[in-house]
């Protein structure tokens, strides 16, 4: 089935079109500073290995929690401190996409990335960010296929 | 991490330690300057005093695949309110990996008077530094910057070739997965892409980042660098050295490591790197 992705992030995307350079970096520095580190009753530090997005640099760890019976709640941690865009993005999608139909979150593209971070992105960044994205789309997926 | 001073460095005068910066922020003969990956952090929170000099808009062309021209970096030196005395000290996040891109972009404009923060970001923040927000402005200043001279630290594909038909040393500083042509790039990411995997024959695979010490940031002392760079891996200091990666970010930190650090005689930069030389048509590659 094709879905749409979730309307918050969609109109977060086209928010986003109108900001210049340092609106944008203003807005999604807000974001991070917003950031909520998984919640302990989730998971506590040493934080395990097969939650950690193998491609991030910034360390970056994700988890879902079932939140009704087509949607999860996705928590993150960021343990590098310098990984103020992981963080961003964190906050991004717990604020936009946690909560929403499992199969709008398997439908985000890609290029929302670009689309929020802009072009000039470096390769390791885009490839961290990616990554987080693609480990929410993975939770929501095989909860999709459980038939939640 | 010992004093730079006693750490064997062949120049050990281009770097500073995060104290002597916290004792020059207001000096003004001294303009820090952070250079980042992460286009969020220096807005986020930045040294006191430091303006921002970002690879992307800053430093390269905005049409073509270069760098700035000569006006560009007068009108750049004249926003950060630098003269031909000014010390420039860069910083950055993971490792200076930007700082020392930024610094050696300032040298193809013969600004020698430069210096690297040792330790970046991460060890500024890791003793508890002081980070504001505030953007500083100063007084632009009148900048003469010669012309761009990019022979001495730049090499381009005609160079690398020749070095390479002559036997020359050839350093890649990717991970072992790029260079050996397992991972070619993204394939979201046609900006860094390449149509061929693998690397330019008879390069040594020194991943940049091994020049530094992950817990702090900071360079390794000269002992441990030449046990890389040299025991290990056989590099000559005395040989003409080429050093590449994706887009030439990170072999500008190894530039540096070899040049200053370690005293290499001759050696460049190739920037056009992977995303040029795997992506050109019948030139040698090896797998």
């Given at each position: 089935m094709s879905a749409a992705p979730p309307p918050a992030l969609a109109e977060l995307l086209e928010e986003m079109a109108f900001l210049d350079r340092a609106e944008r970096i203003e807005y999604l520095?807000?974001?991070?500073?917003?950031?909520?580190?998984?919640p302990e009753r989730i998971a506590a530090r040493p934080y395990p290995e097969e939650r950690r997005v193998k491609r991030c640099e910034s360390q970056a760890y994700v988890w879902a929690e079932d939140a009704g019976p087509d949607a999860q709640r996705y928590h993150f941690a960021v343990e590098n401190p310098q990984g103020i865009s992981a963080k961003?993005?964190?906050?991004?999608?717990?604020e936009t996409v946690s909560g929403a139909p499992l199969a709008q979150v398997a439908a985000i593209p890609g290029d929302a990335v670009f689309a929020i971070y802009g072009r000039e992105l470096s390769m390791g960044k885009g490839e961290g960010l990616l990554g987080i994205l693609e480990a929410v789309q993975g939770f929501a997926r095989e909860a999709a296929a459980r038939g939640r | 991490m010992s004093d730079i001073a006693s750490r064997g460095y062949a120049n050990p005068d281009v770097l500073v330690s995060t104290e002597w910066v916290a004792a020059h922020l207001d000096d003004p003969a001294v303009r820090i300057i952070e250079s980042n990956e992460d286009q969020l952090l220096y807005p986020s929170g930045h040294l006191p005093g430091?303006?921002?000099?970002?690879?992307a808009v800053d430093l390269n062309d905005q049409l073509r695949r270069d760098y700035l021209r000569r006006d560009g970096f007068e009108a750049l030196m004249a926003r950060i309110g630098v003269t031909r005395e000014t010390v420039c000290v860069f910083y950055g996040d993971r490792n200076n990996w930007w700082a020392t891109y930024a610094y050696w972009v300032f040298q193809l404009f013969g600004h020698d008077n430069a210096r690297v923060m040792d330790g970046g970001r991460q060890k500024w923040e890791q003793e508890g530094r002081p980070l504001v927000r505030e953007v500083p402005s100063y007084a632009a200043t009148a900048y003469g910057a010669p012309?761009?001279?990019?022979?001495?630290?730049?090499?381009?594909?005609?160079?690398?070739?020749?070095?390479?038909?002559?036997?020359?040393?050839?350093?890649?500083?990717?991970?072992?997965?790029?260079?050996?042509?397992?991972?070619?790039?993204?394939?979201?990411?046609?900006?860094?892409?390449?149509?061929r995997g693998g690397h330019i024959p008879g390069a040594r695979n020194i991943p940049w980042a091994r020049a530094a010490d992950p817990a702090d940031g900071t360079f390794r002392d000269a002992a441990e660098l030449r046990d890389i760079y040299l025991n290990e891996q056989g590099l000559s200091p005395d040989a003409d050295t080429?050093?590449?990666?994706?887009?030439?970010?990170?072999?500008?930190?190894?530039?540096?490591?070899?040049?200053?650090?370690?005293?290499?005689?001759?050696?460049?930069?190739?920037?056009?790197s992977w995303t040029e030389w795997g992506n050109l048509v019948n030139v040698p590659i090896e797998k």
């Open positions: 520095i807000e974001y991070a500073d917003r950031f909520v580190s998984v961003s993005f964190c906050a991004i999608l717990d | 430091a303006v921002q000099v970002d690879w012309e761009r001279d990019d022979a001495p630290v730049r090499a381009f594909r005609d160079d690398v070739l020749a070095h390479l038909e002559a036997g020359g040393q050839l350093v890649d500083v990717r991970s072992p997965q790029e260079y050996s042509g397992e991972r070619l790039h993204m394939p979201d990411f046609p900006n860094e892409g390449a149509l080429i050093a590449y990666c994706r887009i030439g970010e990170r072999s500008s930190h190894t530039w540096f490591v070899l040049t200053h650090l370690l005293g290499f005689a001759n050696v460049r930069n190739y920037d056009g």
